[in-house]
């Protein structure tokens, strides 16, 4: 199976998300909570909306607050569209 997710995430223009790890209490699977900004069209204000999605982390590899890059990838479960790629910065551990 890890071998179809590589193949999915080295190809193509697929879709790239970077965000924070808000869950990790699932088996192989994150919650990541991607935020963005966007200027309102009337009120010309900077608004943030946050979204959340879940991926698949193959090597149960994320903690909590880490900041990861997921990749969009074929359906996996009835909710997991997308694929962890890499850790970029690691959560600061107390």
Request: glycine fraction near 4%; proline fraction near 2%.
């Amino acid at each position: 199976m890890t071998d179809s997710l590589e193949k999915a995430t080295a190809t193509g223009n697929k879709r790239k998300l970077e965000g924070i790890v808000v869950s990790n209490k699932a088996d192989k699977s994150v919650v990541v909570e991607v935020e963005r900004k966007f200027l309102h069209p009337r009120y010309r204000k900077t608004v943030r909306s946050h979204k959340k999605y879940l991926a698949h982390d193959e090597n149960n590899s994320c903690n909590l607050g880490d900041r990861v890059v997921i990749v969009e990838s074929r359906p996996l479960s009835r909710r997991k569209r997308w694929v962890m790629e890499r850790v970029v910065a690691r959560a600061e551990q107390l």
